[in-house]
């Protein structure tokens, strides 16, 4: 897990020169996101050993929608500060540790005091930035910035990159503590995460889940600071449903946020087993539903793919029963079709079960955490090696891994090394053999056999020694 690292401040203080000297170029996670002024927001960084995550979030578009840099239409600086005010917010809620950048060649503004006010009041710790301090003038006048009372602030050149070292060492000093980071690996109970684009419906859904029978709620800490989990017992088993905190905050904020509930689900699904992931079934799938599907792939994780709001669905089934027809526009798929959609879309994630859900009325809520309960119990399936290595034997008898490649291909044997992802070792002669198709084609042999529905499964070649 990653601490996040918010900066802040009005415009033009050098918050993105700063970010971008910190990311460079190689580490940054570049997304289009539509509305944002610039492209990279947000990547990883590390300094002393620590990794973090560092947000600039002046390129977010928050509060008025109007993105950092520009005044709105009618010309009111208010909209800027709006703005301002809205990233420091966030940065509240979401990180932490928060950088609150000045400018030492322009002074103390209105714009800064406002936000000083506003970061005095939160108990996270907020360290003072005094940027363009170029020259010695500028370092000694930044002294005033102390009388924001948050502290000495540091004095750096984002331009000249000088200081910057100073701030990344506080910056290391006041993240949590890495024991307080780490996951509890004693808790064996299975992790839920429920994720999706803002207004799929996560916080009705999470509402109804806890609805449920028989359900005992208990919030506990996650492992960053603002993560809340909610254990539920549901069929007489123990469920962690992760970050409930960052589901049911999601949306307060207004426009915008949707880069920081990326950010947020993309660690919400590291820290799960199995990802719930909601489709808006009036929408349809997004370019973003895939992206979070991307995600869950590429972290190896269990996944569920739910189409929520299947209400609306139904209704419309009833009306066209009774002759009331959708304008083609508004029309929302069969369930046949969605299948066929997520098939396609989601072909990364064959193995993933569909369920239709509507979170309003209720519908599938308990088939859908018993859908993901089964793929957790997957995540944790062991498979006796002497049966593996028949489906393998079996496997290789009918479809000949040599013939994949010019170098004839062995396959010794195979053993299961890991459990949460199931992970396979195949010990070969020439692990540079291995045609992707054919690892493909071992990966589907073996969910023949032993099923693994719902969960990502690992395959590696090693040379046998
Ligand atoms: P943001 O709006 O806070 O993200 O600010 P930018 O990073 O876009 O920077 C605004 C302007 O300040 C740009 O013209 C930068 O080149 C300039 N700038 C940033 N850091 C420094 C610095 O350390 N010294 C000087 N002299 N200019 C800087
Ligand atoms: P979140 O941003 O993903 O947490 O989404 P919310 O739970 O806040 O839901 C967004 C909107 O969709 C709200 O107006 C909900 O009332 C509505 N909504 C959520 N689930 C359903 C559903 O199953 N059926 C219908 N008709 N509306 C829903």
Redesign the pocket.
Known sequence: MKPLVAVV?R????????FNRMIGERLAIVEDMPGTTRDRLYGDTDWNGRVFTLI?T?GLELGSGIP??QVGLTGQPGDLMEHVMSQAHLAIEEADVIVF?VDA?SGITASDEEVADLLRRTKKPVIVAA??A?NAARRMDAVEFYSFGLGEPIV?????GVGTGDLLDRIVEELPPLSEMEEEEDEELPRIALVGRPNVGKSSLLNAILGTERSIVSAMPGTTRDAIDTEITFEDRRIRLIDTAGIRRRGRVGVGVEKYSVLRSERAIERADVAILLIDASEGLAAQDTHIAGEIHKQAKGVVVVVNKWDLAQEQRRAEREGVFPHPDDEIQSADEYRAIIAEGLKFIPYAPIIFTSAKTGYHIKPLLEAALKVADMRFLRVPTARLNEVVQEATRRHDPTTMRHKPLKIYYATQARVNPPTFIFFVNDTEGVHFSYERYLENRLREAFSFRGTAILIQFRPRS
């Open positions: 401040g415009p033009n203080v050098g918050k993105s020169t700063f600039d002046g950092v840099g950048m060649r940027n363009k170029d750096i050149s984002s331009i000249q």
